[in-house]
């Protein structure tokens, strides 16, 4: 979480970076050319002063010109490569920098990698062990379940029996009840006989 922001300003930089480079190479071309003609301006004017052309004098500041025209375009060159050297000297600073940062993210790839491995292994331990206890579980319901169709066998063949008994202590208890009315009608008949 904490390296998405840097990502994102990463990805901003290198942007802004990418549209200056543009930008700059524009800048630097015309400051070379700029830097070029002034140090044109500058040699022809020291040239210029060094030799004031007296009437005849100007056919020897042009073969003074045609001389040092090869020094000047020289240390143009000179100047210009310079330029180049340091502007590649910037540029593989820039990359460097670029490299640096390349590192950084897949340093960070790397890590958040890892990390995720990690957790995927320690997901997939916990799902084994959920898995485990589903199967013990769904064992034990299996279990159960025949338990309580036992049990529900039980509950009604004992049901069934009470039911039976209920009626067979009914039909009992009716016989008894009038066992008890005859022998009491005959005891009554007997006390009467006994009476008269």
């Known amino acids: 979480m904490d390296n998405c922001w840097k990502d994102e300003i990463r990805v901003r930089l290198q942007k802004r970076d990418a549209r200056q480079k543009e930008i700059s190479s524009l ?13 044109r301006g500058s040699l022809w004017e020291e040239i210029r002063a060094q030799h004031r052309p007296e009437g005849n004098q100007e056919s020897v500041l042009k073969k003074w010109v045609e001389f040092l025209e090869e020094p000047i375009r020289l240390q143009l060159e000179l100047r210009e490569s310079r330029l180049a050297q340091e502007q590649l000297t910037r540029s593989l600073s820039e990359l460097h920098s670029v490299l640096q940062l390349k590192d950084e993210a897949i340093q960070c790839c790397h890590s958040q990698l890892s990390r995720c491995r990690g957790d995927a292994v ?75």
């Open 27 to 39: 800048v630097q071309n015309y400051s070379k050319l700029q830097a070029r003609l002034a140090l």
């Open 122 to 196: 320690s997901l997939s331990r916990r799902a084994s062990a959920l898995e485990a206890g589903l199967c013990e579980r769904e064992v034990e319901l299996e279990r159960l379940s025949v338990e309580h169709a036992a049990l529900r066998l039980a509950h009604a063949e004992l049901e069934a029996g009470l039911s039976r008994a209920e009626r067979e202590n009914s039909r009992l208890l009716q016989q008894i009840v009038e066992e008890k009315r005859g022998e009491a009608e005959r005891m009554n008949e007997q006390n009467e006989i006994q009476e008269r």
